[in-house]
């Protein structure tokens, strides 16, 4: 094999390359954990690998190099187990079909080097480094791939290794290297875009959503109810009193009551729900596809659970209440912000009447 053929087959490394950093930018931008992201991680990869394999420097005749190794030992570090069985069985498969002399030697390869790659992504960090050190030993990895030798004959094994076998390693072992950094640092953008991202929604005290959030949800749960009629309900908090806690006890016990109330209604809530921060010591819950007489079941929830939260300062045990005010949506040409303040006015009622208790609104 001439030198330009090697040239030709780092080219096309370089091309796969590409193609899967950004493919594998835009998965774990919309699937960031879990099964789902694994199967998606081993797909993509699959998919990468059979169309390596569908265009491969041909040595000789069903003799072909390609850069599956390369997928398949970084499949673990990426896609986990699952992704790697995924990547292997499609990978697999795809060889079985092309067929040649090779076919049964090559698939077994598949399997080998796929089986490498998650041992040695079992290893402990401090064992394999990090960077270029982990890169080398994958890249080494690769080399289980020669299996394939042991199902060749033995004129064709001696040809390969004469001409074939260090160029193909090498190759391997700088796609190793060039694939894994640039995952790598794509992985690292994702996640420090996400956390800022993150950070831009959350009310910092509280670690609820941000007014931002809510007004978001809410304008799409509008949509909903106006187009197919679905209902959604809101709960507006105040903590009562919340004035006298900080002139008593100092505003950093305030800002402890706060984040307590927002941790309490964080586990009464359900996962489908909004609870937000909306300003000083309200917080609202978006309750999307919730009528108001099933809000109101969850707003006196919250407000029992709060009003039995013990708050020690120092040797004192102090307790808060609140008071709530509830509305619900159904009407088509009802915008949040007017349901915002239907619930509010219900709020306020609440605290006329004496705190520590729930006001429900006429439908808005």
Not at 48 to 61: E, F, K, T, V, Y
Not at 147 to 164: G, N, T, Y
Not at 313 to 323: K, L, M, N, P, Y
């Amino acid at each position: 094999m001439e030198i330009d053929a090697h040239l030709v087959s780092l080219i096309r490394v370089l091309g796969q390359v590409a193609i899967i950093v950004y493919a594998y930018s835009w998965v774990i931008r919309i699937v960031d954990r879990g099964p789902l992201k694994s199967v998606a991680v081993g797909l993509l990869f699959g998919l990468i690998g059979m169309l390596s394999m569908a265009d491969p420097i041909q040595w000789m005749p069903g003799v072909i190099q390609d850069g599956r190794s390369i997928l398949l030992v970084l499949a673990p570090i990426y896609g986990g187990l699952l992704g790697t069985v995924v990547a292997a069985a499609m990978m697999g498969l795809f060889r079985f079909m092309v067929g040649g002399v090779g076919a049964i030697g090559g698939v077994a390869g598949i399997f080998i080097v796929a089986f490498a790659g998650y041992m040695l992504s079992l290893l402990p960090r401090k064992w394999i480094g990090t960077g270029w050190k982990r890169s080398a030993l994958l890249g080494l990895g690769t080399c289980t791939s020669l299996v394939v030798l042991a199902f060749l004959p033995w004129a064709v094994v001696r040809e390969l290794l004469l001409s074939a076998t260090l160029p193909t390693v090498v190759v391997n072992i700088l796609g190793v290297f060039l694939l894994s950094d640039l995952l790598g640092r794509e992985q690292y953008r994702i996640g420090i875009q996400r956390a800022l991202e993150n950070e831009a929604s959350l009310d910092p005290l509280t670690r609820l959503p941000n007014r931002r959030v809510l007004q978001r949800e809410g304008d799409r749960c509008c949509k909903e109810a106006g187009i197919r009629r679905i209902p959604f309900s809101i709960i507006m908090l105040d903590i009562d009193h919340f004035k006298k806690i900080n002139d008593s006890w100092g505003h950093s016990f305030g800002d402890t009551v706060l984040a307590r109330v927002a941790d309490v209604i964080r586990r009464t809530v359900r996962k489908t729900d909004i609870a937000a921060r909306y300003g000083g010591e309200e917080i609202v819950v978006l309750l999307p596809n919730t009528d108001l007489r099933a809000a109101a079941t969850v707003a006196e929830k919250i407000r029992r659970d709060i009003e039995a939260t013990v708050l020690m300062f120092g040797q004192e045990a102090i307790r808060v209440t609140v008071s709530i005010g509830t509305a619900c949506s159904l009407e088509p040409t009802t915008d949040f912000k007017h349901v915002l303040e239907t619930a509010d006015k219900a709020l306020y009622r609440a605290k006329a009447a004496g705190r520590n208790r729930v006001e429900l609104a006429d439908a808005a």
